[in-house]
């Protein structure tokens, strides 16, 4: 049987990762394709409890190197024993955050810089990476209002300045051109229709392509 895809999904807060995780998932099981969706941090039990010591509490909570430590142990957990032999099964998974996550918000937002989150992803899991990524672009402040309006008792990151958003917007997207064969940046601009066509057809190209 062939291997399921990974596919990751990322960008700024309410860039609509979750609504498109959704859709693209139903997307993809009408073309006939068997697809969970996780997330990140957590999606496994221990990833989870770390989760929760992660999205709660004061925004200055954790310095960003044991931040670092923490999602990548979350990771290994998760890669470990959900991602992995749901791919081995020929299962899709869509996964919404992952580590360009991590590189993002503490390599570039908490300004740790790039080399300790790259070692930290070779020792942690051996520098597995996604097949597709898609990075979701939105104006720093459309997200916040989006991520606001829709609540939720995990605000943390909503907390921060709006420079640390301006960074890690930038920080997606460099990390976009370091890394152009696996990693798309999609306008999050309009309707969440509008977004899913131009999503979804990058997924679709890149499947029949070979590219996944
Ligand atoms: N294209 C869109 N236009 C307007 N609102 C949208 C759009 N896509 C999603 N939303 C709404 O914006 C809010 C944030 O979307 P969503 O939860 O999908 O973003 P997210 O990237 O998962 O956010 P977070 O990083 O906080 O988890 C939700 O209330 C959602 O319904
Ligand atoms: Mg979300």
Redesign the pocket.
């Known amino acids: 049987m062939a291997r399921g895809l990974f596919i990751t999904l990322e960008?700024?807060?309410?860039?609509?990762?979750?609504?498109?995780s959704k859709r693209l998932q139903a997307r993809l099981e009408a073309e006939g394709q068997s697809v969970i969706i996780t997330r990140e941090p957590g999606g496994s039990p221990g990833a989870e409890a770390i989760r929760s010591l992660l999205v709660t509490g004061a925004a200055d909570r954790w310095d960003g190197m044991t931040e670092a430590f923490l999602l990548f142990a979350a990771r290994r957990d998760h890669v470990e024993r959900i991602i992995k032999p749901a791919l081995d099964r020929g299962t899709t998974v869509i996964c919404?955050r992952f580590t360009d996550s991590t590189m993002a918000y503490q390599g570039y937002g908490h300004n740790l810089g790039r080399e300790p989150v790259e070692q930290l992803n070779r020792i942690a899991l051996n520098d597995f990476k996604p097949d597709i990524t898609l990075i979701?672009d939105l104006a720093v402040e459309v997200?916040l209002k989006?991520?606001v309006?829709?609540g939720g008792d995990e605000l943390r990151y909503?907390d921060m300045d709006v420079a640390f958003h301006h960074r890690l917007r930038e920080g997606f997207i460099d990390i976009a051109k370091r890394d152009p064969n696996r990693c798309h940046v999609i306008d999050?601009t309009?309707?969440?229709d509008?977004?899913s066509n131009r999503l979804q057809g990058v997924v679709l190209t890149a499947v029949k392509s070979g590219n996944g």
């Open positions: 960008g700024g807060e309410g860039s609509g990762k979750s609504t498109q919404d979701l997200g989006r991520a309006s829709r909503e999050a309009g309707s969440e509008e977004v």
